[in-house]
């Protein structure tokens, strides 16, 4: 599979993970959901989950299983989010291996096409993702409001990378039309 494929979101949200509805994960099909944390939920620099976040999770529940995969190792950081959140979580790792992502999809006993991969990051969480065969969700990062004008260089550098391979970031765009990654 080349790059361009292995890097390629299914689904590119445009914004924050809090504009991934219920009605999105039933129009894919999807039953489960793994989370990065870093970016995706929480800003890096803060520890607290908002509570739209919490009443996000409260909305998904219902639709879909939910696990928190971060590469993250602070177990201190990643319990106290996945507790505030009441979702099981595994830190350390390392993606774009495939080894934890595989161990919380089969946790949730569903199909890896029915559960997304939902990620801030092209080269690790949506590479890991495609590589398990995952539908993939691109979201863009949480930001502590505090330092909104921050640039984030590697995620700039993954853009302008991932551009060269001739992946396609166009927000709302579903771009792989058959769901079956083999």
Same mark, same amino acid.
């Given at each position: ?17 809090? @504009?991934?509805?219920? &009605?999105?994960?039933q129009q894919y099909g999807l039953k489960g959901l793994v989370l990065d944390v870093d ?8 520890? &607290? ?22 590469? #993250?190792?602070?177990? #201190?950081?990643?319990s106290r989010i996945a507790q505030s959140l009441g979702l099981p979580y595994i830190l ?16 949730? &006993? ?21 590589? =398990? ?10 930001? #502590? ?7 984030? =260089?590697?995620? &700039?550098?993954?853009?302008? =990378? ?12 579903? #771009?792989?039309? @058959?769901? @079956?990654?083999?």
């Amino acid at each position: 599979m080349s790059w361009g494929k292995l890097l390629q979101p299914d689904l590119i949200l445009g914004s924050a993970i809090l @504009d991934l509805t219920p &009605d999105l994960l039933q129009q894919y099909g999807l039953k489960g959901l793994v989370l990065d944390v870093d970016e995706t939920l929480v800003p890096i620099t803060m520890t &607290d989950t908002s509570p739209e976040l919490r009443a996000w999770v409260q909305s998904i529940s219902p639709i879909a299983q939910v696990w928190l995969v971060s590469n #993250n190792i602070s177990q #201190n950081r990643i319990s106290r989010i996945a507790q505030s959140l009441g979702l099981p979580y595994i830190l350390g790792a390392r993606k774009p291996s495939r080894r934890k992502l595989r161990q919380a999809v089969e946790s949730m &006993d569903l199909p890896f096409e029915q559960v997304a991969m939902v990620g801030d990051r092209l080269f690790t969480d949506v590479l890991a993702g495609n590589r =398990l065969g995952m539908f993939t969700i691109l979201v863009e990062p949480m930001v #502590n409001p505090a330092k909104l004008q921050q640039r984030y =260089l590697l995620r &700039d550098i993954e853009v302008w =990378l991932s551009q060269i391979f001739g992946v396609s970031l166009i927000p709302w765009q579903q #771009n792989v039309t @058959d769901l @079956d990654k083999s």
